[in-house]
T-cell receptor, first 114, second 113 residues
Framework: SQTIHQWPATLVQPVGSPLSLECTVEGTSNPNLYWYRQAAGRGLQLLFYSVGIGQISSEVPQNLSASRPQDRQFILSSKKLLLSDSGFYLC?????????????FGEGSWLTVV | SQKIEQNSEALNIQEGKTATLTCNYTNYSPAYLQWYRQDPGRGPVFLLLIRENEKEKRKERLKVTFDTTLKQSLFHITASQPADSATYLCALSLSGGYNKLIFGAGTRLAVHP
C-alpha cells in the first residue's frame, strides 16, 4: 500500500531563518506531488505541484520554493521566513496526471514563524 | 471572480439525524467534485468523488449530489454519529492538465449525543 511521510510535524522558526520541509511517498512510482498551505479558517491553497523529477510549477508567487530531487521526494524551502509564512503545510500525492484523481495527504507540518 | 463557498458556520446536529452540507461555486466548470474529511491537526482524507454527468453518488451512510445547473453539491451523512464530527471540505477538479483541486474552506460538523 502507499504511504506518505512528512516531517517535521511541528516547528517554530524565527523570522529570517531558513526552512526545509520534507515529504516522501512510498509504494508508488511517478506520483504527482503537491504542497498545500492551510491558514486558520481558510481553505487549502495549492503552492506547488510536480509531475516529475525536477519539474516544479508554482501556483502563487511567494517566499517559498520547492524541489523534487528524487521521484518520490518533495521538499519545500525558504531562504528567509516571513511572519506570513506561518501555517499548516500539507504534502500530497496523486497517481495520475489527469483530473478526477484522489489526492492523498500527509499528516501536515505546523509552522510558526516568530 | 471564481469562488467556491461552504457554510463557514458550524453545523450542530443530534446523533441519528441526517447532516447536510452545502458547496456552491461560481465561474468554474468542474469535471469532478470531491469531498474530503479533515480532523483537527490532520491532513484531509478523501471520501467521495462525483463526475459532472452524475447526479448522485452513495457510499455507506454518505451521499453526494451534484447539480451543474445550480452549481451546487450537497453532502449528506445519514444516521450521524459523534464520530462523524469533523470539518468537511469540498473540492473542484478541473478538466485537463494535472490534477488541480480547488478547495473550499470547509464546514465544521458537530454531532451531539
Amino acid at each position: 500500500s502507499q504511504t506518505i511521510h512528512q516531517w517535521p510535524a511541528t516547528l517554530v522558526q524565527p523570522v529570517g531563518s531558513p526552512l526545509s520541509l520534507e515529504c516522501t511517498v512510498e509504494g508508488t512510482s511517478n506520483p504527482n506531488l503537491y504542497w498545500y498551505r492551510q491558514a486558520a479558517g481558510r481553505g487549502l491553497q495549492l503552492l506547488f505541484y510536480s509531475v516529475g523529477i525536477g519539474q516544479i510549477s508554482s501556483e502563487v508567487p511567494q517566499n517559498l520554493s520547492a524541489s523534487r530531487p528524487q521521484d518520490r521526494q518533495f521538499i519545500l524551502s525558504s531562504k528567509k521566513l516571513l511572519l506570513s509564512d506561518s501555517g499548516f503545510y500539507l504534502c500530497a500525492w496523486s497517481r495520475e496526471r489527469g483530473a478526477g484523481n484522489t489526492i492523498y495527504f500527509g499528516e501536515g507540518s505546523w509552522l510558526t514563524v516568530v | 471572480s471564481q469562488k467556491i463557498e461552504q457554510n463557514s458556520e458550524a453545523l450542530n446536529i443530534q446523533e441519528g439525524k441526517t447532516a447536510t452540507l452545502t458547496c456552491n461555486y461560481t465561474n468554474y466548470s468542474p469535471a469532478y467534485l470531491q469531498w474530503y474529511r479533515q480532523d483537527p491537526g490532520r491532513g484531509p482524507v478523501f471520501l467521495l468523488l462525483i463526475r459532472e454527468n452524475e447526479k448522485e453518488k452513495r457510499k455507506e451512510r454518505l451521499k453526494v449530489t451534484f447539480d451543474t445547473t445550480l452549481k451546487q453539491s450537497l453532502f449528506h451523512i445519514t444516521a450521524s454519529q459523534p464520530a462523524d464530527s469533523a470539518t468537511y471540505l469540498c473540492a473542484l477538479s478541473l478538466s485537463g492538465g494535472y490534477n488541480k483541486l480547488i478547495f473550499g474552506a470547509g464546514t465544521r460538523l458537530a454531532v451531539h449525543p
